[in-house]
């Protein structure tokens, strides 16, 4: 109940292309929801999050897409650009009402924008 | 603001040896956290303290592995001893979060890379 599942392992998308990578949950008490871009060599960092009472939260050329009924989120990043290669992580945590609130982690995919 | 420091960033022992890894976090951050990444998965929690009280230690393992963190500041995690399959990056991250004040971004280091041979 505690994994997050992350697709696709790998993305090649071209330089202007939309790049999509999805994830799903299933324990039904996380409400945070963020993405992770992380570069050969240095440590995550966050990129965009979302709580599960909006559906969508966009900050420039990154959106996320939330669908609470079916426990799934996805990172759309448009115009994709080479310098966006790196590996993304999607992540769930429970910020409210536990102990912990620790961070878990899909599989990551690795994203590699063709000029 | 600095971000989060560890140190080494890299480190190569022999299995069965020991090994230890710092960590300091963003000032003033109450949470801190272990990760371990291995090559191609994600980074899995080993564990979490907020102030210097340990929260969450339930995928350390304890026989080999331990940390400490002292004053509600820096902290250490030490492998003793270490076996081939603790290669990996060593992440430490750090979060604002005041008790159930909501505020769940964690900042992650560099990390450290561990290759046991």
């Known amino acids: 109940q505690q994994q997050v599942k992350q697709s696709p392992q790998s993305l090649i998308v071209q330089k202007g292309g939309i790049s999509i990578i999805n994830c799903a949950y299933e324990?039904?008490?996380?409400?945070?929801f963020p993405w992770y871009q992380q570069f050969p060599g240095k440590g995550p960092a966050l990129l965009i999050a979302?709580?599960?009472?909006?559906s969508e939260k966009k900050e420039g050329r990154f959106t996320i897409s939330f669908n609470k009924s079916a426990k799934q989120f996805s990172l759309h990043i448009m115009d994709s650009q080479p310098g966006d290669s790196a590996t993304y992580f999607c992540?769930?945590?429970?910020?409210?009402?536990?102990?912990?609130?620790?961070?878990?982690f899909g599989t990551g995919t690795l994203l590699a924008v063709q000029p | 603001e600095a971000g989060v420091a560890q140190s080494p960033r890299y480190k190569i022992i022999e299995k069965r040896q020991s090994v230890a890894f710092w960590c300091n976090p963003i000032?003033?951050?109450?949470?801190l956290y272990w990760y371990q990444q291995i090559l191609g998965q994600g980074p899995k929690l080993l564990i979490q303290?907020?102030?210097?009280?340990?929260?969450?230690d339930s995928q350390l393992p304890k026989d080999r592995f331990s940390a400490e963190r002292l004053k509600g500041v820096d902290s250490t995690l030490k492998i003793q001893p270490a076996k081939l399959e603790d290669s990996a990056v060593y992440l430490c991250?750090?979060?604002?979060?005041?008790?159930?004040?909501?505020?769940?971004?964690?900042?992650f280091g560099q990390g450290t890379r561990l290759t046991v041979v």
């Open positions: 991250a750090s979060s604002l979060d005041r008790g159930f004040s909501g505020n769940t971004e964690a900042f």
């Open positions: 324990n039904t008490a996380f409400d945070y």
């Open positions: 979302i709580r599960p009472d909006v």
């Open positions: 992540a769930a945590s429970r910020s409210y009402g536990g102990a912990t609130n620790k961070l878990i």
């Open positions: 000032s003033g951050h109450a949470t």
């Open positions: 303290f907020q102030n210097n009280g340990v929260v969450d």
